[in-house]
Nanobody, 123 residues
Framework: QVQLVESGGGLVQAGGSLRLSCAAS?????????MGWFRQAPGKDREFVAA????????LYADSVKGRFTISRDNTKNTVYLQMDSLKPEDTAVYYC???????????????WGQGTQVTVSS
């Protein structure tokens, strides 16, 4: 069982930055999980944003955020981060973190999810 709590969302102007955090509570070692960030805009499917391996050595990004977003983790703090720079109005969505047994873009592989945090980018 894993509990995930996202924070750091808010309202920002286009071109601005936000850093999301996802704190995990788990009986297993946090460092045994790959982690991912997904987002869901109104009326759209939940889509992959970024993923990071259990050790942090491997990262994956959606093409739409590559070069603007950075995923990282601190296994000593049981936390994964998403640094979002050069934000665009189309980045507006609820952002979710999730755990997976492997580093993947596949939403179906992720088994535990947080409640989400709203990110709104104004033009």
């Amino acid at each position: 069982q894993v509990q995930l709590v996202e924070s750091g969302g808010g309202l920002v102007q286009a071109g601005g930055s936000l850093r999301l955090s996802c704190a995990a509570s788990t009986r297993r070692s946090f460092s045994s999980y790959a982690m991912g960030w997904f987002r869901q805009a109104p009326g759209k499917d939940r889509e992959f944003v970024a993923a990071i391996s259990s050790s942090g050595g491997t990262t994956l990004y959606a093409d739409s955020v590559k070069g603007r977003f950075t995923i990282s983790r601190d296994n000593t703090k049981n936390t994964v981060y998403l640094q979002m720079d050069s934000l665009k109005p189309e980045d507006t969505a609820v952002y979710y973190c999730a755990t997976a047994p492997i580093t993947t873009r596949d939403r179906q592989t992720y088994n535990y999810w947080g409640q989400g945090t709203q990110v709104t980018v104004s033009s």
